[in-house]
């Protein structure tokens, strides 16, 4: 900053210790990386591939790898032009270093989400120069259930998540730094940032940033600087575009018309925009979101309120508010869409969290303590009486059972710490989560599992599916399970289409659509070819009639909702 736009003392401090690291914050540091690995990382391979994200993902990132085309993305063969590149690319790569199981495929959403805790910690310690601060706000952004939840879920808004942050806290660099050289390069860094996360997820990549750094410029009447520098940080985004831009433009010319259209002025404003949701519809949503923590809310709106003169705390309510209200707007909308808006959050929280504890005020830390027991305690009365009423673990399942009683109560026995010692454990809520993001997936009772984790059951019958010349599902969840398994892109669709109408629409692809009409003539003509392995989903009487449709001869294979039936080849 220049001397005309003297900083707070709390920054100018920083400037002078920034390179020091203390033993005391070595060891909070030491204690983010082990929380990292036991709750984000060791749990990736404890159970299987959520439908329908994840297996379409891995599906579509192994398939790049597989026929070496980095610059479209195919979805079981078929055009699939919802997102950019990037994203895919990451998934892909953690599949190409790690191998073509649960630990590649969601690696990229845990590293991604890793990296915005970090960019929590260093921003915090910016802006404060406090190691209790940089800790706190940290812990909490790592711990919020949203983000947790979704560090070990291969899909892209924790990739998109942690190149918004880049961006913003880029910025904040930029305009705090007290050398050129440091400037430029944060500059550079926003750059970047802005354009993978472009290639990630679109436009959206752009227009936060800007939608937070302009008003803030204007405010602290320093426009000047943003047109001296900006311009920069726009030629570097685009020079990480371009390439990418016209080679899909080249390979895929109808990319930039579907892409533009229907996933941002589609989504955004037509009333039959997919995920419609009513406005207010993340109101309630930012309270779950910031869980085990939503009772400090109140306090921080409030305190935020009281300091919003202050530059820091001026740019992180920009930061927060902007894009919820612009999220909020959009037609279109998904839980995972407010991300970008928690990392600000846990800022703010974490800085009133620390003013609490460095005053001694234990009331409004004890009060989320006695929330989250009564959630757990309600949650635990609610498995017992479900299970004791409709058994929804069966007897064979009661290490699954366990492993939910384990959970409920860890989440009490964690918050009740924080009731008792609120000023000495107040951040115990992040041991019950680590275990709730941890343990959970792996606890869901069968139903569950062969409901929305297909890939299990299909694994077991991997031998005989691998042995199999064609390939059939009625639903696109289990058929890109079956695809990725497989390693065969070619699953043909049985009386679905789903959100692959747009690459269906092609003629040259016409022969992947199978219809209950002439089923038959399919599934003769693949037999004369060899064996055909088909995935079925029953759950309603179109889906039994499907199957009713099918020759009988073949051998047949059920769990739940799930049917994996096998037909021999039959003579020409």
């Given at each position: 900053?220049?001397?005309?736009?003297?900083?707070?003392?709390?920054?100018?401090?920083?400037?002078?210790?920034?390179?020091?690291?203390?033993?005391?914050?070595?060891?909070?540091?030491?204690?983010?990386?082990?929380?990292?690995?036991?709750?984000?990382?060791?749990?990736?391979?404890?159970?299987g591939?959520?439908?329908?994200?994840?297996?379409?993902?891995?599906?579509?990132?192994?398939?790049?790898?597989?026929?070496?085309?980095?610059?479209?993305?195919?979805?079981?063969?078929?055009?699939?032009?919802?997102?950019?590149?990037?994203?895919?690319?990451?998934?892909?790569?953690?599949?190409?270093?790690?191998?073509?199981?649960?630990?590649?495929?969601?690696?990229?959403?845990?590293?991604?989400?890793?990296?915005?805790?970090?960019?929590?910690?260093?921003?915090?310690?910016?802006?404060?120069?406090?190691?209790?601060?940089?800790?706190?706000?940290?812990?909490?952004?790592?711990?919020?259930?949203?983000?947790?939840?979704?560090?070990?879920?291969?899909?892209?808004?924790?990739?998109?998540?942690?190149?918004?942050?880049?961006?913003?806290?880029?910025?904040?660099?930029?305009?705090?730094?007290?050398?050129?050289?440091?400037?430029?390069?944060?500059?550079?860094?926003?750059?970047?940032?802005?354009?993978?996360g472009?290639?990630?997820?679109?436009?959206?990549?752009?227009?936060?940033?800007?939608?937070?750094?302009?008003?803030?410029?204007?405010?602290?009447?320093?426009?000047?600087?943003?047109?001296?520098?900006?311009?920069?940080?726009?030629?570097?985004?685009?020079?990480?575009?371009?390439?990418?831009?016209?080679?899909?433009?080249?390979?895929?010319?109808?990319?930039?018309?579907?892409?533009?259209w229907?996933?941002?002025?589609?989504?955004?404003?037509?009333?039959?925009?997919?995920?419609?949701?009513?406005?207010?519809?993340?109101?309630?949503?930012?309270?779950?979101?910031?869980?085990?923590?939503?009772?400090?809310?109140?306090?921080?709106?409030?305190?935020?309120?009281?300091?919003k003169r202050?530059?820091?705390f001026?740019?992180?309510?920009?930061?927060?508010?902007?894009?919820?209200?612009?999220?909020?707007?959009?037609?279109?909308?998904?839980?995972?869409?407010?991300?970008?808006?928690?990392?600000?959050?846990?800022?703010?929280?974490?800085?009133?969290?620390?003013?609490?504890?460095?005053?001694?005020?234990?009331?409004?830390?004890?009060?989320?303590?006695?929330?989250?027991?009564?959630?757990?305690?309600?949650?635990?009365?609610?498995?017992?009486?479900?299970?004791?009423?409709?058994?929804?673990?069966?007897?064979?399942?009661?290490?699954?059972?366990?492993?939910?009683?384990?959970?409920?109560?860890?989440?009490?026995?964690?918050?009740?710490?924080?009731?008792?010692?609120?000023?000495?454990?107040?951040?115990?809520?992040a041991?019950?989560?680590?275990?709730?993001?941890?343990?959970?997936?792996?606890?869901?009772?069968?139903?569950?599992?062969?409901?929305?984790?297909?890939?299990?059951?299909?694994a077991?019958?991997?031998?005989s599916?691998?042995?199999?010349?064609?390939?059939?599902?009625?639903?696109l969840?289990?058929?890109?399970?079956?695809?990725?398994?497989?390693?065969?892109?070619?699953?043909?669709?049985?009386?679905?289409?789903?959100?692959?109408?747009?690459?269906?629409?092609?003629?040259?692809?016409?022969?992947?659509?199978?219809?209950?009409?002439?089923?038959?003539?399919?599934?003769?003509?693949?037999?004369?070819?060899?064996?055909?392995g088909?995935?079925?989903?029953?759950?309603?009487?179109?889906?039994?009639?499907?199957?009713?449709?099918?020759?009988?001869?073949?051998k047949?294979?059920?769990?739940?909702?799930?049917?994996?039936?096998?037909?021999?080849?039959?003579?020409?």
């Amino acid at each position: 900053m220049t001397s005309n736009h003297p900083l707070p003392d709390s920054v100018a401090q920083t400037r002078s210790v920034r390179h020091r690291m203390p033993p005391s914050e070595r060891w909070t540091v030491l204690i983010l990386i082990a929380a990292f690995v036991a709750f984000y990382l060791l749990p990736l391979m404890s159970h299987g591939l959520w439908i329908p994200d994840e297996t379409r993902y891995a599906q579509i990132a192994q398939e790049m790898s597989l026929t070496g085309n980095w610059i479209s993305a195919h979805f079981m063969g078929l055009r699939y032009f919802e997102k950019p590149i990037a994203g895919y690319w990451m998934i892909a790569i953690g599949q190409v270093v790690f191998g073509d199981n649960l630990f590649g495929v969601r690696i990229a959403s845990a590293l991604s989400t890793g990296l915005s805790v970090w960019l929590a910690y260093l921003i915090a310690r910016r802006f404060w120069n406090d190691p209790r601060k940089s800790f706190a706000c940290a812990l909490l952004y790592m711990s919020f259930g949203l983000i947790a939840g979704q560090a070990g879920y291969a899909n892209l808004d924790p990739q998109f998540t942690f190149w918004v942050n880049l961006s913003l806290v880029s910025f904040w660099f930029a305009i705090d730094s007290s050398t050129p050289r440091g400037r430029l390069i944060a500059w550079v860094v926003l750059g970047v940032a802005c354009g993978m996360g472009f290639m990630t997820k679109g436009f959206l990549a752009w227009l936060l940033p800007a939608l937070i750094a302009l008003p803030y410029m204007f405010w602290q009447r320093r426009v000047k600087e943003l047109l001296r520098y900006g311009p920069l940080a726009v030629v570097v985004a685009t020079l990480v575009c371009l390439p990418w831009a016209l080679a899909i433009h080249h390979q895929e010319p109808d990319f930039w018309r579907f892409f533009f259209w229907n996933e941002h002025v589609r989504r955004f404003a037509a009333d039959n925009a997919q995920h419609a949701r009513p406005w207010w519809f993340y109101l309630p949503l930012l309270v779950a979101s910031s869980l085990p923590w939503a009772a400090l809310l109140p306090t921080t709106f409030i305190q935020s309120w009281k300091n919003k003169r202050q530059p820091v705390f001026g740019f992180l309510s920009l930061w927060f508010a902007l894009p919820f209200i612009v999220f909020s707007l959009s037609s279109g909308k998904l839980p995972t869409y407010i991300m970008p808006c928690l990392l600000p959050l846990a800022l703010l929280m974490g800085y009133a969290v620390t003013e609490m504890l460095n005053q001694a005020q234990s009331r409004t830390i004890r009060i989320n303590g006695w929330l989250n027991v009564i959630i757990a305690t309600g949650a635990l009365v609610a498995l017992l009486y479900l299970q004791t009423t409709k058994e929804i673990y069966e007897n064979t399942e009661m290490f699954s059972l366990s492993l939910a009683f384990i959970v409920l109560v860890g989440w009490i026995i964690s918050n009740a710490l924080q009731i008792l010692r609120p000023l000495h454990l107040w951040a115990m809520p992040a041991l019950g989560i680590g275990l709730l993001v941890a343990l959970l997936p792996a606890a869901m009772p069968s139903q569950i599992v062969d409901s929305k984790m297909p890939d299990r059951f299909i694994a077991e019958h991997l031998d005989s599916l691998n042995q199999t010349t064609s390939l059939l599902s009625n639903d696109l969840g289990a058929a890109s399970a079956l695809a990725w398994l497989t390693k065969r892109p070619q699953v043909d669709l049985y009386n679905v289409i789903g959100e692959l109408k747009y690459g269906l629409s092609d003629p040259a692809v016409a022969n992947r659509k199978v219809t209950t009409e002439n089923v038959g003539q399919w599934m003769t003509e693949a037999r004369k070819k060899g064996s055909v392995g088909v995935v079925m989903r029953v759950n309603s009487v179109d889906e039994i009639q499907e199957v009713e449709r099918l020759p009988i001869d073949g051998k047949r294979y059920q769990r739940g909702n799930l049917q994996i039936l096998i037909f021999p080849q039959t003579q020409p």
